[in-house]
């Protein structure tokens, strides 16, 4: 089965976690993001997220079911934040759950990796002396 989500809204790791839980698992692995408070030796004050949402969901479905694909896992979960996040808040999670472990770690690196690549959402990173755009995608 397969989440995806893109919201506003806080993301709850432990839900995130329970929805990808299956008797057949027996590894789950997570990604969390965190913004943290320095890049590059700068002082962060805050990120901001927008995303094309539309075409964002059809790339995270499509990451999703790339790693269903590739690899023998029961579960995908793909969820990120949009708006105004402060240091500590979460704005991406990733679940996998599978019958073994590499495959639940490897498919979540591919997930992650391929989401910052691929997915059209904009990352602005703002400092204390200004703000620049990251992460660009098409």
């Not at 790791?13 to 590059?40: H, L, Q, Y």
């Not at 997930?111 to 910052?116: E, G, S, V």
Request: net charge negative; hydrophobic share 45%; charged share 25%.
């Amino acid at each position: 089965m397969i989440e995806i989500k893109i919201s506003s809204e806080p993301l709850n790791i432990s839900s995130c976690i329970d929805w990808v839980m299956s008797p057949e698992a027996g590894g789950i692995d997570v990604f969390i993001g965190a913004v943290r408070n320095m890049t590059k030796g700068k002082q962060v004050v805050r990120l901001e997220f927008e995303a094309y949402e539309a075409m964002a969901l059809k790339e995270m479905e499509k990451i999703a079911k790339d790693v269903c694909a590739k690899w023998p896992v029961h579960n995908v979960l793909i969820h990120h934040r949009s708006g105004v996040l402060s240091i500590g808040d979460i704005p991406v999670v990733i679940v996998v759950s599978a019958a073994h472990r590499a495959a639940a770690f490897d498919a979540c690196r591919y997930a992650i990796d391929t989401l910052k690549e691929t997915v059209p959402i904009w990352k602005k990173e703002v400092f204390e002396d200004g703000e620049q755009w990251v992460a660009a995608h098409p």
